[in-house]
């Protein structure tokens, strides 16, 4: 309890999943955290719940990642009213499972908007924000996937956002770091976590979810709670000699697979 007491932390895609895990887990260790989605109903859902477990009010606020101005806007108000930022956590994020024939170009590029230009938008406006107003110093993560760092079978849109956001994040590390800054950023792979963006997909289908599971060396389904502990760690002071480096969440799944056929 308490890593990450004071520490002002922006979570993107906050109202369910794995944004939900971050925040809760967040707020249990102290952070001052705005909460942001582009489902604002879901969003003020979640804040209820978190207001009975903490007993307090947080900031949440709209954000679609794919906007700048929006973007813009909600920098602008962190400037304005925490007067600084130490986290941001890129976690939004869409799947579009297509192979290559059935991928449209506006599909494709939709998730490239969202996941990979989303990221590369955060990232700068909180680096800029961090050089102003926090002597150069945070933590920038980036939620990008296990499908990032092999590819996954069928989801050639997905695989290819993800991984330019592990690239982006390893190339931006370079480049703040050279500069002799103290903004790190590094990139957390899930495998497969059990939140909304799976259970949407393959349903209550018992063999796939049963397939799926034996194929996970630690023998589990992956709970949002999963992530969030290594993006608090990445967010913490514990981390403060990481920076471009990256962190797979999967229970081993990506070295179990080396190729990820999983949906098939
Ligand atoms: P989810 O679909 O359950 O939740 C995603 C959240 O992001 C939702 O609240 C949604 O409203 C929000 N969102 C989507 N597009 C947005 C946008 N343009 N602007 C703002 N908010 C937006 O997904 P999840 O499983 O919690 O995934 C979170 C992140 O983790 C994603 O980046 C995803 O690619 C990544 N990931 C998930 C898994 C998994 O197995 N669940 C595995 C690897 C990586």
């Known amino acids: 309890m308490g890593k990450l007491k004071n520490k002002v932390i922006l979570v993107t895609g ?19 955290v705005i909460a942001t989605d582009r489902d604002e109903a879901l969003l003020e859902e979640s804040h209820r719940e978190w207001i009975v477990k903490f007993g307090k009010r947080i900031r949440i606020q709209f954000l679609d990642i794919a906007s700048e101005t929006d973007w813009i806007e909600v920098m602008s108000d962190i400037e304005a009213n925490e007067g600084l930022l130490h986290g941001l956590v890129n976690n939004a994020g869409i799947v579009n499972l297509k192979p290559l024939e059935e991928m449209s170009l506006e599909e494709f590029k939709e998730t490239q908007d969202v996941n990979l230009t ?100 630690l023998g589990r389904l992956g709970k949002p709670e999963d992530v969030a502990n290594a993006v608090t760690y990445l967010l913490s002071d514990l981390s403060d000699f990481m920076t471009g480096a990256e962190l797979t969440v999967d229970g081993g799944m990506r070295i179990a697979l080396s190729g990820g056929q999983y949906n098939d």
């Open 14 to 32: 906050a109202s369910r999943g794995i944004g939900k895990g971050c925040v809760t887990k967040l707020l249990s260790e102290k952070a001052s």
């Open 118 to 217: 989303g990221t590369f938008i955060g990232t700068k406006l909180a680096v800029d924000i961090m050089r102003r107003k926090n002597n150069a110093k945070g933590s920038i993560v980036n939620i990008s996937s296990i499908s990032g760092q092999t590819g996954t079978l069928n989801c050639g849109a997905y695989s290819a956002s993800k991984g330019g956001v592990r690239m982006l994040s390893k190339a931006i590390a370079l480049e703040v770091g050279a500069k002799r800054e103290f903004i790190r950023i590094n990139s957390v792979h899930p495998g497969v976590i059990m939140t909304p963006m799976q259970t949407e997909r393959a349903g209550n289908d018992e063999e796939l979810w049963e397939g799926i599971r034996k194929s996970i060396p």
